[in-house]
């Protein structure tokens, strides 16, 4: 089975203290055969020590970072809208799905896609993979494209920026649109969702996608876990890891009842 290469979500510098990613809506995957294995093995009961541990080291930290503390939670604070800036109509509407089947499953994100670069605070360029690291240079220059390309050698990119109250303000995601629909969904997904937030991968949770040794390639129920307690009211931006510990209880309980209902979990 294909396999993408780590990802990682690159913060970015900016001007104001910047950190360097309904139910019944079928999954962007579900046809695709490696995707649909995961699906038929994954595991979907979790406890609620397993969750908080996992949303501790995702949502805090960062894998690679420029500029900025990293210690706060960092989010939307307002509508996400996506726009897809490049010219593979079928790529353009998998990533559609994506954006539907995160909407669908986040209860408190307001995610959609738009047409208008402008409206946009999300933009996905979608690139062949010869043009990968051309992109990555017009993005974030040639030392660092360098940088990149011998330590981490990534297969997709994604970064954000916020403000100093650390609620992101625009972030941008790089997939490549010609290693097949698994590595394209698996970036797909992984880049949107750290490009939302919880942009620390650790390789000591092994149910979230925000691990370089697991590839998904769907929106996994663990991870909404995860992107669920994140986007809770109650979870604000700029929280520091004990302030969130404080109402980790209340909005795990509710969390689960929503990840419950949304996968027809008993």
Known sequence: MPQHRPSILLLLAAALAACLTDATVPAAGAEVPAVVVRQRNEKKLFSDAEIVEGFLKTAFGAE?????????????????RVFADGSRADRKAQLAKVVADIRAKVQHLDIAMTESSDAANVVVKLVRDRELYRTI?????????????????????????????????????????????????????????????????????PWTMFNDSVSMGYFDVYDQYLLNLLYDPRIKPGMTVQEVKAVLPDVLSDVRAWVAKVNHLE
């Open 64 to 80: 690679y970072h420029l500029a900025g503390r990293v210690d706060r939670i960092r989010k939307y604070d307002s509508p996400v």
């Open 137 to 205: 240079a017009t993005f974030y220059g040639q030392d660092r494209a360098k940088e990149i390309r011998s330590s981490l050698d990534p297969q997709c990119l994604s970064g954000f920026r916020k403000n100093e109250n650390y609620e992101i303000e625009h972030s941008d995601v790089i997939l490549t649109v010609d290693n097949g629909d698994f590595v394209f969904l698996d970036c797909a997904y992984e880049e949107l969702l750290q490009s939302l937030g919880p942009i620390n991968d650790t390789a000591t949770v």
